[in-house]
Structures are given as structure tokens and as C-alpha cells.
């Protein structure tokens, strides 16, 4: 496998994630939909779904190796924090540091320990 389809392997999951994330926090915030009663539930839990993928993609493209699974975790954050800055220039929206820390942070990390533990015996 040449050297750019292998890249494109490994990171073209994580590179997905992180445009749909991108795109998702781009939306004004008059322009979500409401979910009624549910409505911050549903929303915080798209942040675990959504951080957990990119946490375990950025996994993938780390080779699925223990070694690097916090590194996996980091990067994941650290997006987290570029998007929380984003989304500060969009109308409607504000940044929110529990959202990082809680949300996204814990959603990347219990989807990278469902994996370690799913994937055990065979990394």
C-alpha cells in the first residue's frame, strides 16, 4: 500500500469526525433543533457519541497501540478545545469548558476504554 493510501487509512476516519464536528458547531444556535425536556441530554450525549468516535479514530490512526491510547485522549481534547473556541465566534453559541472537560473529555475516554478492553487480546 503506497505511503498516502496507508495515511489515508489510518487518519481518514479521525479527518471525517472532526468535519462533522466542525460543520455541527458551525450551525447559529437558533438553528438547532430543540428537543423538548430532553433537549440538554440529547445534546450533551452527541458530545460523548461524538468525541468518543474521534477519540477512537484518532486511535486508529495511532496504529490501535496501548502505548498511545492517552495520546488518543489528548488529541481529542485538544480539538475539543479548538471547537469550544470556535464556536465563540458563532452567533448563538459560547464555549463551555465543562463541555470539554465532562462531556467530550469523558465521552473520548469511556469509548477509549470500551475499545482497550474490546480490543484487548488482540493489541
Same mark, same amino acid.
Given at each position: 500500500?503506497?505511503?498516502?493510501?496507508?495515511?489515508?487509512?489510518?487518519?481518514?476516519?479521525?479527518?471525517?469526525?472532526?468535519?462533522?464536528?466542525?460543520?455541527?458547531?458551525?450551525?447559529?444556535?437558533?438553528?438547532?433543533?430543540?428537543? *423538548?425536556?430532553?433537549?440538554?441530554? =440529547?445534546?450533551? $450525549?452527541?458530545?460523548?457519541? &461524538?468525541?468518543?468516535? /474521534? @477519540? %477512537?479514530?484518532?486511535?486508529?490512526?495511532?496504529?490501535?497501540?496501548?502505548?498511545?491510547?492517552?495520546?488518543?485522549?489528548?488529541?481529542?481534547?485538544?480539538?475539543?478545545?479548538?471547537?469550544?473556541?470556535?464556536?465563540?465566534?458563532?452567533? *448563538?453559541?459560547?464555549?463551555?469548558? =465543562?463541555?470539554? $472537560?465532562?462531556?467530550?473529555? &469523558?465521552?473520548?475516554? /469511556? @469509548? %477509549?476504554?470500551?475499545?482497550?478492553?474490546?480490543?484487548?487480546?488482540?493489541?
Amino acid at each position: 500500500m503506497s505511503n498516502f493510501r496507508e495515511l489515508f487509512y489510518r487518519w481518514g476516519p479521525a479527518i471525517l469526525v472532526m468535519a462533522v464536528i466542525f460543520f455541527s458547531s458551525s450551525k447559529p444556535g437558533n438553528d438547532l433543533p430543540n428537543f *423538548g425536556t430532553i433537549d440538554f441530554e =440529547v445534546k450533551k $450525549f452527541g458530545h460523548v457519541i &461524538g468525541y468518543g468516535l /474521534l @477519540a %477512537l479514530s484518532y486511535w486508529r490512526g495511532l496504529r490501535f497501540d496501548k502505548k498511545y491510547i492517552w495520546l488518543a485522549w489528548v488529541l481529542a481534547i485538544a480539538y475539543a478545545l479548538t471547537d469550544e473556541f470556535h464556536q465563540s465566534f458563532v452567533a *448563538g453559541r459560547h464555549p463551555s469548558m =465543562v463541555d470539554v $472537560f465532562l462531556f467530550d473529555g &469523558g465521552g473520548a475516554m /469511556l @469509548a %477509549l476504554w470500551i475499545g482497550r478492553h474490546r480490543l484487548g487480546s488482540k493489541i
